[in-house]
């Protein structure tokens, strides 16, 4: 996080976190595309033939509450294994997490293997995973042959993450886990930082805030459509 006094603005990271083609840059479009245009800035996205990710993408979004401005940027690392080194990278200096996991049973085993993997890039950024704000999302909740919702409500019971289910590329549960994972993000980093008493700001209204500019109505939408 860099807060800005003179500015009052505040820069927050979000990493979307997860296995290869788990929908972590569908999120990120599907935001996009649900966005409002005063909120949100350019999608930068770096991809290879085949959907997956080279690098990374980003999609910073800008709100305004009060007089304070908040900055998120929102980042998508490559969940291919070879890309690692690359992972760990985007990782510095991140505020919050969101773990995007696939629904199809024959992901599990790719989604512990990511989770894993997480704590391990984390940990080699000085960064703790007990201590980092961090959401799970189920994606791909359209599919056959997917973990069941009760499976996924035990799974939820037992972890400490928020668990979201999503059909990303529908735009389904996407708003919901960014602002879900905002929403943790910032009471950490209000309780860290005293960000209340500095600059005077209401949580809840900074989050009404910013769920009024989230969820905007457009003719010709980007989000693509349900898989052929
Ligand atoms: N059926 C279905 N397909 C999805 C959903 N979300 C994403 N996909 C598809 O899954 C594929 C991979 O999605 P991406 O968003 O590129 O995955 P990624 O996690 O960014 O992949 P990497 O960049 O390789 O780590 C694409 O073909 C998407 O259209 C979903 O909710 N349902
Ligand atoms: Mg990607």
Same mark, same amino acid.
């Given at each position: #996080?860099?807060?800005?006094?003179?500015?009052? $603005?505040?820069?927050?990271?979000?990493?979307?976190? !997860?296995?290869?083609?788990?929908?972590? =840059?569908?999120?990120?479009?599907?935001? &996009?595309?649900?966005?409002?245009?005063?909120?949100?800035? @350019?999608?930068?996205?770096?991809?290879?033939?085949?959907?997956? +990710?080279?690098?990374?993408?980003?999609?910073?979004?800008?709100?305004?509450?009060?007089? %304070?401005?908040?900055?998120?940027?929102?980042?998508?690392?490559?969940?291919?294994?070879? &890309?690692?080194?690359?992972? @760990? %990278?985007?990782?510095?200096?991140? *505020?919050?997490?969101?773990?995007?996991?696939?629904?199809?049973?024959?992901? =599990?085993?790719?989604? +512990?293997?990511?989770?894993?993997?997480?704590?391990?890039?984390?940990?080699?950024?000085?960064?703790?995973?007990?201590? #980092?704000?961090?959401?799970?999302?189920?994606?791909?909740?359209?599919?056959?042959?997917?973990?069941?919702?009760?499976?996924? *409500?035990?799974?939820?019971?037992? !972890?400490?993450?928020?668990?979201?289910?999503?059909?990303?590329?529908?735009?389904?549960?996407?708003?919901?886990?960014? #602002?879900?994972?905002?929403?943790? +993000?910032?009471?950490?980093?209000?309780? $860290?930082?005293?960000?209340?008493?500095?600059?005077?700001?209401?949580?809840?209204?900074?989050?009404?805030?910013? @769920?009024?500019?989230?969820?905007?109505?457009?003719?010709?939408? +980007?989000?693509?459509?349900?898989?052929?």
């Amino acid at each position: #996080m860099q807060l800005d006094f003179q500015t009052r $603005e505040l820069l927050v990271k979000l990493v979307y976190y !997860g296995p290869a083609l788990s929908g972590k =840059t569908t999120n990120l479009q599907a935001l &996009h595309a649900l966005v409002a245009d005063d909120a949100r800035g @350019r999608l930068m996205t770096l991809e290879t033939r085949d959907d997956r +990710t080279l690098f990374f993408d980003l999609l910073p979004l800008t709100f305004r509450s009060g007089n %304070l401005q908040v900055r998120i940027k929102l980042f998508t690392v490559p969940g291919q294994v070879i &890309h690692n080194a690359t992972r @760990r %990278l985007v990782l510095q200096g991140a *505020d919050g997490v969101a773990f995007i996991a696939d629904s199809q049973r024959s992901e =599990t085993k790719a989604n +512990t293997a990511a989770f894993v993997d997480l704590k391990q890039n984390l940990a080699d950024n000085g960064l703790d995973i007990k201590k #980092m704000p961090v959401v799970i999302q189920f994606n791909k909740r359209d599919l056959i042959d997917i973990r069941s919702d009760r499976e996924i *409500d035990q799974l939820s019971q037992q !972890g400490r993450e928020p668990v979201f289910k999503a059909i990303a590329m529908q735009g389904v549960g996407v708003l919901e886990t960014f #602002m879900g994972l905002f929403e943790l +993000t910032w009471r950490k980093l209000e309780r $860290e930082h005293g960000l209340h008493d500095k600059f005077d700001i209401e949580s809840e209204k900074l989050f009404s805030d910013i @769920r009024a500019r989230l969820s905007v109505v457009r003719s010709g939408s +980007t989000i693509p459509g349900p898989p052929r």
